[in-house]
């Protein structure tokens, strides 16, 4: 029994099997002999959040629009799939034709959440490669990796040949064709990687040594070979409108996160918000253009069915042309019973014209983010928005008919204080109150508040990549005080624990012995640590001490402001003394303009042509 019949005899035997079935409606499907190049994406967690996520889609019919090369796609199986997979002998096969990830030339991870990263391991072990970069023949695949984790590539150094740094409809092409030439060219592994390190935008972290200072900070990261820069400066699109879009998406059998039409209206985001790693890294911010988005909305719509069109960016309402986006699709799709959603809204938006459109075929909750209860706390993070930004829209909202509000917040903030936690008590009661406002007749029933309360996170090439986070006993503490003055009526409080967001930041601000920590917490059973059925954070604790590191090296501690950082050798198109500036103003609780209302100096000046902000208006 070959694995293909071994495959099908589990699909009987686990739960959700339309995760690994494949065939959906608009899925591309090449004869394998009839390409050059075969390019495995995978996505490292299960299907249900691979399937949500845009950027795989678009690099999915990217690389298929090429005749030369095919991409199938990869997930993460869950765990009853997997050990079925394992004691049978069933290799990680590809949703497409079910061909082993070792049959592929090149194999690509997304890297959306740094805790998904032992499934990386897992996926690579399951297809038949090996973990470790070094130990890789000449007849392996070359392994490559791009998303916003991929901005400190340190801690997956050992097991990553490449990393795509930056936007990558540009350089996936680039890279799959230097790919291709080594398939064709009958180069060396060492060779091809030489000639990788070559493109604008791609790290190849063995070309790169590190040293260490007898503390256990980074002393310096330093090409050893001539093919490798200094510096690796990211690709970034400039135009968003001829750069490739999906006219047609793969549309699921079973649920998944988003299943819906996602349109990204636009790339980056002018606002500066001190703790968004988002927001630094996708500068500058560039925009589709109407005409564009009616059409890919039109033809999206046509070639999945979808009900809901997501208007998608980090800040939906700073879209030049929102309302009229909004009054045109909704004028399209209105007889086809199409709902347009709205999410990432800026609180100080011009929202109101624009929801009330929405509203004509189908009420979605709207959902914010103040991100802290008081004033003082939003001036340190720069986040530019007012308490009376805040209940304007939610009175607009509750007038126009809504009933369900989310509001989004961080506690660990640099700075924090009590009085900034009863801030958010107090911001949730203001909110009720607008409800309660509005006349019994008029307004809708059933009022829903759920106040989500997040961990900070310290990222890089954000002005607080210096800042320690809280210690596991202090969020435990906060969230204490949170639950008993968020004990509102009208009010659900979520909380997230504290033991992943810890993780989270070991891998953020990591170096590259974190992939010692890596490699012995997969061996020791750690996967699918995203879920919280899975997560096993004494198995982490204990890879940590079998590797003599200490987790609050990397989590907990601040940084000294002339500390060699592990991600220093990136180039994100944001300079580090811009964002030195940045952290010193959060102490002082002092604000920065909106990028759109005069440039700030943050380092994108420097790439003529990229930014229309730069230098508008002065530093």
Partial sequence: MDYNEKFEMALEKVQKAPRYTGGEMNTTVKAWDEARLHFGFCFPDTYEVGMSHLG???????????????CERFFMPWTDMMDIMKAEGIPLLSMESRRPLRDFDVIGFTLQYEMSYSNILAMIEMGGVPIDSCERGENDPIVVAGGPCAFNPEPLADFIDAFMIGDGEDVMTELNRVILSRRENGWTRGKCLRELAKLEGVYVPSLYDVTYEADGRVR?????????????????????????????????????VFDRIMLEIMRGCTRGCRFCQAGMLYRPVRERSLEKLTDLAEKLQEATGYEEISLSSLSSGDYTCLPELIRTLMKNMKDKRVSISLPSLRI???????????????????TFAPEAGTQRMRDVINKGVTEEDLLEKVRDAFHGGWNSVKLYFMDGLPTETEADLDGIADLARKVVSEYFA???????????????????????????????????????????????????KGVTF??????????????????RRMGKVLRRAYEKGCILDGWSETFRFDTWMEAFKECDLDPAFYANRERALDEVLPWDHIDSGISKSFL?????????????????KGCNGCGLQKWKGVCGYANAGGT
């Avoid at 100080?348 to 709207?366: F, H, N």
């Fill in 348 to 366: 100080d938006s011009v929202l109101k014209e624009s929801l009330e459109e929405t509203q004509q075929v189908r009420k979605t909750s709207l």
């Fill in 494 to 511: 979520n909380w997230h624990e504290p033991y992943l967001s810890f993780m989270e930041a070991c891998f953020a601000r990591g170096d």
């Fill in 220 to 256: 310096s990261v330093t090409p050893n070979c001539p093919e490798a820069s200094p510096t690796v400066r990211k690709r970034v699109v400039v135009d968003l409108n001829t750069t490739y879009y999906p006219e047609e998406i793969p549309v699921p059998y079973t649920e998944v």
């Fill in 56 to 70: 795989m889609k678009i690099l999915y019919g990217l690389i298929n629009r090429e005749s030369w090369s095919l």
């Fill in 438 to 488: 509005v006349p019994k007749d008029r307004r809708a029933r059933g009022l829903r508040v759920t106040v989500s309360v997040s961990i900070f996170v310290p990222k890089p090439f954000t002005p607080f990549q210096w800042a320690p986070q809280d210690t596991i006993e202090t969020v435990f503490a906060k969230t204490g005080h949170l639950k008993k003055v968020l004990n509102i």
């Fill in 580 to 596: 030195l500036r940045e952290w010193e103003k959060s102490r002082r609780a002092e604000t920065t303009k909106d990028c759109r």
